[in-house]
């Protein structure tokens, strides 16, 4: 199995082919985090042996087969996403009173904007016309970018939408989160809870 010069051996390994179009290759640890990949929009040729998935960028994922020991196929419909606690859903409430606090001259094209995978926090427009997604979370982790990247992906295919950024909006972000975020071209924000709340701070302050 290969991606650009990346190889792993032979071994007994979990295939995943979902809907989206994207192939992931997994082993039994990791948790979520594949050993390879391919995003979509990709293909998949299936010959005796030999799956070979390709992208727009003519990058190549070849899996050979030595032996299948289960295969099924599942409907999973579409997903409602992640259901937000109290704070993170009452965060994208006040985002969406407040959408400058995530970029100037941002205005609120709608809250939960569906797509086939789920729905979008908040989409907005920026003060050029393009299109931001914003994923809000309390804490940002790298699942949470990994979720807003296949938003991305959606909503970039959409020519009344594209350009689509993204932005990650969370209290707290990890570094592995922000570095990934980065990577992908996604900005990221750190939010003041309290302050969107108009909370004062508890410490003293001379003014």
Not at 89 to 98: I, P
Request: glycine share 8%; with cysteine; charged share 25%.
């Amino acid at each position: 199995m290969g991606r650009l010069t990346a190889h792993l051996p032979m071994a007994p390994r979990l295939l995943l082919v979902k809907a989206d179009g994207s192939v992931s290759v997994h082993a039994d640890d990791r948790a979520y985090k594949p050993l390879n990949w391919m995003s979509p929009p990709c293909w998949l040729e299936e010959k005796p042996g030999v799956w070979t998935v390709r992208n727009k960028a003519d990058e190549s994922l070849v899996i050979t087969i030595d032996e299948v020991l289960h295969d099924s196929s599942h409907e999973l419909g579409i997903d409602p996403g992640l259901v937000k606690d109290g704070v993170e859903a009452h965060l994208q409430e006040l985002l969406a009173e407040h959408p400058t606090t995530l970029g100037d001259g941002f205005t609120l094209i709608r809250r939960e904007y569906p797509t086939a995978i789920g729905p979008v926090d908040l989409l907005c427009k920026a003060p050029d016309g393009s299109t931001v997604a914003i994923e809000v979370k309390r804490r940002g982790e790298i699942d949470g970018v990994e979720q807003l990247t296949r938003y991305l992906e959606l909503l970039g295919r959409d020519p009344l939408l594209s350009p689509v950024t993204g932005v990650f909006a969370a209290q707290q972000i990890k570094p592995q989160a922000r570095t990934l975020a980065t990577d992908r071209g996604i900005r990221c924000v750190t939010v003041d809870y309290n302050a969107l709340r108009g909370v004062e701070p508890d410490g003293l302050r001379l003014f």
